[in-house]
C-alpha cells in the first residue's frame, strides 16, 4: 500500500486512481473496524467514509494544483468545516453520515498503515539512534501535559470544579 501514494507525485490520472485506491481499502477497512467495534450501520459509515475520502481527495488535488504553498492538511479542514457549516445546504447530510465513523475506528488504519511505512523503512529509523526515541518520548509526554494544563484551565474558567 505504501507505494500508492508518492509525496511528490502530480495530479495525473494514475496519481487519482492511487489516491483512490488507496482511500477505498482505506474506507473498508476502516468500515468493517467501525461495525465490529462500535455497532454503526455499515452502509451509514460506508456513506461517512466517502464523504470523507471525497474531502481528502479533494485537499490533496488543491494542494498541488493551486499556486500557493499550502499543506493538503489545510484544504482538507476548511473543506470539512464549509461542507459542515449549519448555513450550508450539506451541513445536515454531512453531519450525519460523518457521525457514523469514529475516529478511533480511523486512527486504528491509519497507525496501521504508518506502521507498515516504518517497516519497511526501519533501517532509517534505527539509524535515527537512541536520541531520537528519548526526544519522541518526551515529545508525547509534553503534549499529553500541555493538553491537559490547557483543559483544566478552560474547565476552571467555565465553571467546572476541579477535581
Same mark, same amino acid.
Request: aromatic content about 12%; proline content about 3%; hydrophobic content about 55%.
Given at each position: 500500500?505504501?507505494? +500508492?501514494?508518492?509525496?511528490?507525485?502530480?495530479? #495525473?490520472?494514475?496519481?487519482?486512481?492511487?489516491?483512490?485506491?488507496? *482511500?477505498?481499502? +482505506?474506507?473498508?477497512?476502516?468500515?468493517?473496524?467501525? $461495525?465490529?467495534? $462500535?455497532?454503526?450501520?455499515?452502509?451509514?459509515?460506508?456513506?461517512?467514509?466517502?464523504?470523507?475520502?471525497?474531502?481528502?481527495? =479533494?485537499?490533496?488535488? &488543491?494542494?498541488?494544483?493551486?499556486?500557493?504553498?499550502?499543506?493538503?492538511? *489545510?484544504?482538507?479542514?476548511?473543506?470539512?468545516?464549509?461542507?459542515?457549516?449549519?448555513? &450550508?445546504? #450539506?451541513?445536515?447530510?454531512? *453531519? $450525519?453520515?460523518?457521525?457514523?465513523?469514529?475516529?478511533?475506528?480511523?486512527?486504528?488504519?491509519?497507525?496501521?498503515?504508518?506502521?507498515?511505512? &516504518?517497516?519497511?523503512?526501519?533501517?532509517?529509523?534505527? =539509524? *535515527?539512534?537512541?536520541?531520537?526515541?528519548?526526544? #519522541?518520548?518526551?515529545?508525547?509526554?509534553? #503534549? $499529553?501535559?500541555?493538553? =491537559?494544563?490547557?483543559?483544566?484551565?478552560?474547565?476552571?474558567?467555565?465553571?467546572?470544579? =476541579?477535581?
Amino acid at each position: 500500500m505504501a507505494d +500508492f501514494i508518492d509525496g511528490s507525485e502530480n495530479v #495525473t490520472v494514475h496519481g487519482i486512481f492511487n489516491w483512490i485506491r488507496l *482511500l477505498i481499502i +482505506f474506507s473498508v477497512i476502516t468500515v468493517i473496524g467501525n $461495525y465490529i467495534g $462500535y455497532k454503526h450501520p455499515m452502509t451509514d459509515s460506508l456513506v461517512g467514509m466517502g464523504i470523507l475520502s471525497f474531502i481528502t481527495l =479533494a485537499g490533496v488535488w &488543491m494542494e498541488r494544483e493551486l499556486p500557493f504553498n499550502i499543506s493538503s492538511i *489545510l484544504y482538507i479542514s476548511v473543506i470539512g468545516i464549509v461542507l459542515a457549516l449549519p448555513v &450550508m445546504p #450539506t451541513s445536515e447530510f454531512v *453531519l $450525519y453520515y460523518v457521525s457514523k465513523v469514529e475516529l478511533l475506528s480511523i486512527v486504528t488504519v491509519f497507525l496501521a498503515y504508518v506502521g507498515i511505512g &516504518m517497516g519497511k523503512s526501519w533501517d532509517e529509523f534505527k =539509524a *535515527l539512534g537512541w536520541r531520537a526515541i528519548i526526544i #519522541t518520548m518526551l515529545v508525547i509526554a509534553a #503534549t $499529553y501535559f500541555g493538553a =491537559a494544563i490547557v483543559a483544566h484551565i478552560v474547565l476552571v474558567l467555565t465553571g467546572v470544579p =476541579a477535581v
